[in-house]
């Protein structure tokens, strides 16, 4: 896969050279490395027990080895002058291949493939830019029981590569497996027409493979930000921990070609290795952030989420019932609060329970899978239950309004990467990188100004939303203040389009007090993430000098005050003390329409510091006076 990995390069150090000298368990032999699966009997009776234990579904078996280019496989030199490692690994009997590479640095230039040995299926590749901080790569899996792995080095490269093969992972069962093992017939395939309303949040789920060998869903979520960081969130019992966040692999879109298949999904998409970001096992929930971003061309979308108390109304799961293609599930009744795996409400909270799914159902695999509410955003992730086709049982979902502070660090809980800038949103929407975008203008926006009371000019102002791209893009507006009101509230602006929307006074206007007030308009593109805010300032002018307010007050140095004219004229201000003997003198200063800012230093017409104590500020304009208590403490 050649990508742009996020974060710096992979640093050599010493000791990964010393890991490159230790011994291993197994070593290739003659350019060829062989493992074996256990007998098939001793993998049921384990994976019977795992099932028992609510552990994630298991589909390879990992075996640990030891194979570096400098001690095992063939070399070779190219007519180019490139040098050629070459590798054949092999697992008799499997089903599927997978590798874990433990250590993983490439120089620029350099590539690593990986093909089934004599198969049609275009080879994985991997280059430079698949090189990240953790020095990992773990690869999808391969339907095949034999592998050929290559290393070509440019003969321009100036540094050797590091490459570690660490594990083999032999399927004994894999992904779209035979019929009479799929998940069960109540299935119903993302494709069918119950998925219609859904298209942008089955867009977010993906298959997640942990250690080559474990398998979960989990879903990419948004944050407040907008800035489309790949978080991905899933199940703690999952196994993701800091340690094994690098061999995370997610497929996108394993879905089934038609509704009713239930088989057919395509492997070809997928994102390779991660960071541990936040995990708690009270609500059972893990976030990594993913070593990249998923391809463009794969369509894949950002969660919106809800983290408020209230219970959905109502509740659909999308998921991969028994590692299979990507189905769809439909709880219309409420879901409720609960302790997990317990049947009366509220208990601790920590979960929701679907008491009954009403279509569909989830199965092993499906763990760590999102649980979307009535407005179609995350409130939680699969943990366990006994739902099954056939049966009216219950499922639990860690919840998010949990997870949320989490075990009390930004390690245990998702509120300090789910909103980075600390906003303290309850609910976010979907985020699709593919939508268009819009600019606001005019930028900047002139203030209105009047009497209280009204009338103030203007009374409206226009902003016309411009969309210079191909795709259409959503909006939404809103403002946060009640003396103004704004339409259209959403709709969409065309392909090389636009759509003015005006923000227009209300009767609540004439409600506000003397001084300068402020309304932020919020344009969202929740497609696309935040797209602009502006901000309204209205001037609200007394009919008499009025103090809008002053500070500080007990005051050491200087007490600042801003006081309202009706009309431009001279502003002229004295001080008493609380025997009414004046104590400074007048001052006067040129006024205008609206704020006027005068400060006093607590000294008389000399320049002397007046002894501490309560003071009378007498301020006058157009033949009218208002009086003000300041404290003066020194």
């Not at 499906?366 to 739902?387: C, E, R, T």
């Not at 307010?549 to 005051?555: E, K, R, S």
């Amino acid at each position: 896969m050649i990508a742009q990995r996020r974060g710096p390069t992979f640093q050599v150090a010493a000791a990964a050279a010393a890991i490159l000298l230790a011994g291993a368990p197994a070593r290739a032999a003659d350019g060829r490395l062989e493992v074996s699966l256990p007998p098939a009997a001793e993998l049921a009776a384990e994976d019977a027990a795992r099932d028992v234990a609510g552990l994630p579904w298991r589909y390879a078996v990992p075996e640990a080895v030891r194979v570096v280019p400098g001690q095992d496989g063939t070399w070779e030199r190219q007519a180019d002058g490139s040098r050629r490692w070459r590798l054949e690994v092999a697992s008799p009997g499997a089903l599927s291949l997978n590798l874990g590479f433990t250590i993983y640095w490439l120089p620029e230039s350099a590539t690593l493939s990986v093909r089934a040995a004599g198969g049609e299926v275009p080879p994985l590749v991997f280059d430079a830019g698949d090189n990240a901080d953790h020095g990992e790569l773990w690869t999808p899996v391969l339907l095949t029981d034999a592998l050929v792995v290559e290393l070509v080095v440019p003969p321009a490269a100036t540094v050797e590569p590091l490459l570690e093969l660490g594990f083999v992972n032999s399927g004994y069962r894999y992904f779209g497996t035979a019929p009479q093992v799929k998940s069960g017939a109540c299935n119903i395939d993302v494709v069918c027409p119950e998925g219609d309303g859904w298209r942008d949040e089955i867009a977010t789920v993906g298959l997640v493979s942990v250690g080559g060998s474990l398998v979960c869903t989990g879903a990419m979520v948004n944050n407040t930000a907008y800035d489309r960081t790949p978080y991905f969130l899933t199940a703690n019992h999952c196994g993701i921990s800091a340690s094994r966040a690098p061999s995370v692999v997610v497929y996108w879109n394993y879905e089934s070609p038609a509704c009713g298949q239930q088989g057919g999904g395509s492997l070809a998409q997928f994102t390779s290795g991660a960071t541990l970001r936040a995990t708690w096992a009270t609500t059972d929930v893990t976030l990594v952030e993913l070593d990249e971003l998923p391809d463009a061309n794969f369509g894949v979308k950002y969660a919106g989420w809800n983290r408020g108390e209230t219970p959905p109304a109502s509740a659909t799961g999308i998921h991969h019932p028994d590692v299979d293609e990507k189905s769809i599930s439909f709880e219309t009744s409420p879901v409720l609060p609960a302790s997990y795996l317990a049947e009366f409400s509220p208990g601790n909270g920590s979960h929701l329970r679907v008491v009954d799914w009403d279509l569909g159902t989830t199965e092993q695999g499906s763990s760590g899978s999102p649980l979307f509410d009535q407005d179609q955003l995350v409130v939680g992730q699969l943990h366990g239950g006994h739902a099954a086709c056939g049966n009216d049982e219950s499922d639990w979902y860690g919840r998010l309004y949990g997870s949320w502070e989490g075990g009390g660090t930004s390690e245990t809980r998702l509120s300090d990467w789910l909103d980075p800038a600390g906003t303290g949103v309850v609910t976010l929407p979907l985020l699709d990188p593919s939508a268009g975008d819009f600019s606001v203008v005019p930028a900047d926006v002139p203030g209105g100004r009047g009497p209280v009371g009204g009338p103030f000019t203007p009374t409206s102002w226009d902003f016309t939303l411009v969309n210079d791209g191909e795709d259409v893009a959503s909006f939404t507006t809103s403002i946060d203040r009640d003396w103004l009101a704004v339409s259209p509230a959403s709709g969409f602006v065309p392909a090389g389009g636009q759509v003015v929307v005006t923000a227009t006074l209300t009767a609540s206007a004439g409600a506000l007090r003397a001084g300068t007030h402020t309304a932020v308009v919020d344009f969202g593109n929740p497609g696309g993430g935040a797209a602009a805010t502006r901000t309204i300032t209205l001037d609200a002018v007394a009919p008499m000098p009025t103090i809008v307010d002053l500070g500080p007050n007990p005051f050491r140095e200087a007490v600042t005050v801003h006081v309202s004219l009706p009309a431009a004229g001279t502003l002229a201000w004295r001080v008493y003390d609380l025997r009414g003997r004046l104590v400074r003198g007048e001052s006067t200063q040129a006024g205008t329409e609206g704020q006027n800012t005068l400060t006093w230093d607590g000294r008389d017409d000399g320049g002397r510091r007046l002894p501490s104590g309560v003071y009378v500020l007498a301020i006058s304009s157009g033949g009218h006076e208002v009086r003000q208590e300041v404290v003066s403490g020194h």
